[in-house]
């Protein structure tokens, strides 16, 4: 039997978190014969690698001859955010069950693209579940250590800047790595409704009104919701004011959250006009605030329990095995 020509110029389009569709051009004699497609996916390996890519699974991958472009989908083998080389050969199959093959094409690159907004909902509702009934507070809070506050005083005016987020929680959210923030905490004593007493993030410990982050110009997105191989979960919120480049950044990746009326954190207007203030008792939240803040819009002082550097979330990697908190998408 003929030889079957080289597929060639391997084209990757319509990419997602776990999907991609992938198309070829063999000659014209071929394509009537041809059975079977072989696809040779690969991970490119790297020191940032999602390292949670299952293994045992082969990425060989045998398909039926099917129209072009093929769609691949699969999170048992592809990751979010994470980069892939991949190529192919066609295949006849012969009366006695062998295969007739060409070669295998050029190999290609492409990277896999975040979580879309659909499965950041099904995070949501996964969080939805377990967030427990809200108590009420009245402070944001940062902690860090000396260096820093004094960094921001010698260098900012006194006026905390926006970073980017960190590697930390699900693989393929779209704000790690790509949002700027301020990171804030409003988890508090169940037993004062104090601020939280021990800190993993320094001794120091900057606190301001609620109001001041969170209002009716302000606009609340969900952005992840992890954990740690422990029994806390987290959830990772957004405060963005609306408008702001970091609302704008937001608009099209992340679920808008109603600010009066979501299980997480709400901001609802008292009897008195004045704005009040509730959180979820039962997930630690992580708040990311969009806008630079002045350290004069709050007060600075130590904290009253332990510096407890073990329970930094800082780059830290999702349990990919939690039932609670994943979803059938790569991790």
Not at 130 to 138: D, P, Y
Not at 143 to 149: A, L, M, P, S, V
Not at 289 to 315: K, R, V
């Amino acid at each position: 039997m003929e030889l079957l020509s080289t597929p060639h110029n391997i084209k990757i389009t319509s990419i997602t978190c776990d999907s991609f569709k992938i198309c070829w051009e063999t000659d014209v004699k071929d394509r009537e014969r041809i059975t079977h497609y072989f696809v040779d996916l690969n991970k490119k390996e790297n020191k940032d690698s999602n390292k949670f890519k299952h293994r045992d699974v082969p990425t060989k991958l045998v398909a039926k001859a099917v129209a072009l472009p093929m769609t691949v989908r699969g999170h048992w083998f592809l990751s979010p955010r994470t980069e892939y080389s991949v190529a192919v050969q066609t295949a006849v199959k012969q009366s006695d069950g062998e295969y007739l093959v060409s070669d295998w094409s050029e190999v290609v690159e492409f990277c896999t693209g975040d979580y879309s907004t659909a499965h950041l909902k099904q995070l949501l509702e996964k969080a939805e579940v377990i967030a427990g009934r809200m108590l009420r507070f009245s402070l944001f809070y940062r902690n860090h250590n000396q260096e820093y506050f004094e960094y921001i005083r010698s260098h900012h005016d006194g006026v905390m800047q926006p970073y980017l987020k960190d590697s930390s929680g699900s693989h393929g959210s779209p704000v790690n790595g790509m949002l700027h923030g301020i990171f804030f905490s409003c988890n508090t004593e169940f037993n004062t409704g104090a601020p939280q007493l021990d800190s993993p993030y320094g001794r120091l410990h900057f606190q301001v009104e609620a109001e001041q982050l969170f209002n009716p110009n302000t606009n609340l997105y969900f952005a992840d919701f992890y954990c740690m191989y422990t029994a806390y979960h987290y959830v990772i919120l957004v405060l963005a004011p609306k408008a702001s480049a970091g609302d704008l950044f937001c608009r099209d990746r992340l679920p808008l959250l109603d600010s009066a009326h979501n299980p997480f954190l709400t901001c609802t207007q008292g009897p008195d006009g004045q704005l009040v203030y509730h959180h979820a008792q039962d997930l630690i939240l992580e708040l990311i605030y969009t806008q630079p803040l002045s350290l004069a819009l709050g007060t600075l002082g130590e904290i009253g329990g332990h510096q407890l550097m073990s329970l930094s979330t800082a780059n830290a990697k999702k349990d990919p095995s939690c039932k609670t908190c994943n979803i059938s998408v790569g991790r």
